[in-house]
């Protein structure tokens, strides 16, 4: 038997004797959607270093300005294109079937895309927001993106979007790079990685932080099994924060342990 096929049958195996199994999912779960990731091999910031360093400047102009911060926004496309449109892949119906067995408690993410939310799965929490929301920067409140018809408002020269309930200014659910991550995702995230005795890590460089904070949480608890399915080593292949690593696509991976999960639950 091929060494994947082993270690699929082996997470397989491990994922149903788990009692709380989360998932932890990055950009490369959603590559095979056709979004592009950050860091891989045809990254947006690995071709486009100068993409990188105005990302990092975005919160800042929207503190300082956030009505140009919007109208920019409004003129055209974002870097990662219009998420709008885009679907889900095998990857991420694997892991709603994965819910819907019982067998996983709760998936985090740190896309942007929705792509989890629309493949069905329902315990879910967005680490760096939604493209689908908008939020209040001072109260935290959420909202639907279609609570506001921006380019009204922009035509009315009413931006920024203010919050219904406290006249915050609105921005978009996305976290920005320097933006805090929104205390009620951070603690629930956390909870979830202290509470969980299987953790899957699937297409992320685990590079970005305080994401990437997860799995070394969950690591010092010892009682957990961290894996993880990644197109490449990671640092947490390198630091042995994983306990092993399946290497492959998750559009391939993640369907094989489903379909093997339903075999050993007939
Ligand atoms: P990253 O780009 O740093 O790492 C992605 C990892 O996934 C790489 O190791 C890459 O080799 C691997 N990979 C690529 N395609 C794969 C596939 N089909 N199967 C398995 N592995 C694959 O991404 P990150 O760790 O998520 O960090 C990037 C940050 O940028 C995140 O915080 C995220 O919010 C944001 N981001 C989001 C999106 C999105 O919403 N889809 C896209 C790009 C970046």
Known sequence: ???????????????????????????????????????????????????????????QEFLQ??????????????????????????????LAELEKLGILKCVITQNVDALHEKAGTKNLLEYHGSVLKLRCASCGLRFSRHEFDLEKLRQEDQLPPRCPKCLGVIK???????????????????????????????GTSAVVYPFANLPRVA??????????????????????????LIQGKTGEILPRIVEEAKKIRK
């Open 1 to 59: 038997m091929k060494a994947t096929e082993q270690l699929i049958e082996r997470a397989t195996r491990d994922l149903v004797d788990s009692k709380y199994a989360i998932a932890l999912t990055g950009a490369g779960i959603s590559t095979e959607s056709g979004i592009p990731d950050f860091r891989g091999p045809s990254g947006i910031w690995t071709k486009n270093p100068e993409a990188e360093r105005r990302a990092y400047l975005s919160y």
């Open 65 to 94: 300005d956030p009505k140009r911060w919007w109208e920019e926004r409004l003129a055209g496309p974002s870097f990662l294109g219009d998420l709008e449109k885009v679907m889900p892949n095998a990857g991420h119906y694997a």
């Open 172 to 202: 978009s659910d996305g976290v920005a790079f320097g933006e805090p991550i929104p205390s009620d995702v951070a603690h629930q995230s956390l909870e979830e990685a202290w509470k969980c005795d299987l953790m899957l890590i699937c």
């Open 219 to 244: 690591r010092q608890r010892g009682e957990v099994t961290i894996i993880e399915v990644n197109a490449e080593p990671t640092s947490l292949t390198e630091e042995r924060i994983s306990d092993y």
